[in-house]
């Protein structure tokens, strides 16, 4: 999908600053915070919640808007729980961090990765090239950069991105499946996304929708898929090179193969060199299973927990998970059920159900601080609605969010 972003030169905003009447953008002289301030009271009647990462109780967001039939993209923050979003400054020049779109955009077209509360990447795939801005300091400065791509390159329907520590990061670039079969581009870095190579990447599967990458260290990763094919196998695959070569990782299946359709796995989250865990969803011909794998040595074997029958619809792609800790972690099925696993995913126990996701558009996207604290963003074709939790998920309450200009400093 083309978009247009950075429409105005860094030469342009050295001397100019963009200033918003209602939420459009249009290029000024510079006028004051205050003045700015005053002309964007009655911000955002239409704004949409692409992407979101909790931190503690900062949050970072990626924005749309609708002003007058233009759509714009932003970058946001929010220092009290996803209540009030503050589109991010840049401190390096006087501008608020929106660019314009020529067409609406989807939450998988942008990617958006937070290591800490102060160092996090955002990226969005623009015609011919992918952007990227970087913070180290809690979104108060980003630095642009680029990736050229050529008319070969393949065109983002999904991007992911993954970065194991502030130097190494690596991102794929997934087409939307056609026939189920998919195109995949894939580049790393290691100096922090100041510059980028594309790897010739071998044996990354052409079937089923990517769902992304996780890498623990600088050689070792893998990466996931949805229902490739329906041979009796996991759709994981491991790289121990950096990328370049991968291979389909031996994972058993935790029942009998003769019952088996298809399987989506999900990307896999590590706490340590050795320990992590991945979920896996299992379309059988009398139901749908989801297990959790774990792993003590790094990914060289994996071993599934209990498997337990869940109530989701067959496509099984609208799928959330979010692991605090080896011991906890939740799961949204597609049927709007969810379940908080324990015991290195041998207990499951059906929590909450979110009964109004007909009309979800995507997966959800479910975050948690800590044991008791936390959101769920779901995404409509008309709005966004974010819930909270405060009991470990039994109960929520959806967040009635805002969208402001003015910093949280500002008078109200």
Not at 122 to 142: D, P, Q, R, Y
Not at 334 to 357: C, P, S, V
């Amino acid at each position: 999908m083309q978009k247009r972003l950075w429409g105005v030169s860094a030469a342009a905003l050295a001397l100019t600053c963009l200033t918003v009447t209602g939420c459009g953008v249009s290029v000024h002289p510079l006028r004051s915070e205050h003045e700015a301030q005053n002309t964007v009271r009655d911000f955002v009647k239409e704004a949409k919640i692409l992407k979101l990462q909790l931190i503690g109780n900062q949050g970072f967001s990626v924005v749309e808007i609708t002003y007058r039939g233009q759509r714009y993209i932003c970058i946001a923050t929010s220092p009290n729980e996803g209540r009030i979003w503050y589109i991010s400054k840049n401190s390096m020049i006087p501008t608020y961090l929106m660019w314009p779109l020529d067409a609406p955009i989807s939450p998988n077209e942008v990617a958006f990765h937070f290591l800490n509360s102060s160092s996090g990447w955002f990226l969005v795939e623009e015609k011919n090239s992918i952007e990227i801005l970087k913070t180290n300091n809690e979104g108060k400065k980003w630095i642009e950069h680029k990736i050229r791509m050529n008319a070969r390159s393949t065109s983002a329907g999904n991007i992911f991105v993954d970065f194991n520590n502030m130097q190494n990061g690596w991102i794929l670039v997934s087409s939307n499946p056609a026939l189920q079969l998919v195109s995949s581009s894939l580049y790393s870095t290691n100096d922090g996304g100041t510059t980028w190579t594309k790897l010739h990447a071998k044996n990354i599967p052409f079937s089923g929708k990517s769902t992304g990458i996780t890498f623990i260290n600088k050689n070792t990763g893998f990466l996931t898929k949805n229902y490739p094919d329906t041979s009796p196998n996991i759709p994981l695959y491991t790289t121990l090179d950096s990328g370049q070569n991968w291979t389909k990782a031996h994972v058993k299946l935790p029942f009998d193969k003769k019952s088996f359709l298809y399987s989506n796995a999900y990307p896999p989250v590590f706490f340590s060199q050795s320990n992590g865990l991945f979920l896996v969803t299992f379309m059988q011909t009398h139901g749908t299973r989801a297990a959790v794998y774990t792993t003590t040595d790094g990914g060289h074997q994996w071993n599934p927990g209990r498997a337990s029958l869940i109530k989701v619809n067959m496509s099984g792609s609208r799928i959330s998970d979010y692991f605090l800790n080896p011991n906890i972690g939740w799961m949204l099925s597609e049927g709007g059920y969810l379940w908080i696993i324990t015991d290195y995913g041998q207990k499951w126990t059906r929590i909450a159900h979110f009964n109004n996701l007909k009309n979800i558009k995507s997966a959800p996207q479910m975050y948690f601080t800590n044991r008791l604290d936390g959101w769920i963003l779901f995404q409509t074709s008309t709005q966004t609605d974010l819930y909270q939790s405060d009991d470990g998920g039994v109960s929520w309450h959806r967040i009635h969010w805002k969208v402001r200009l003015d910093s949280p400093q500002s008078p109200a």
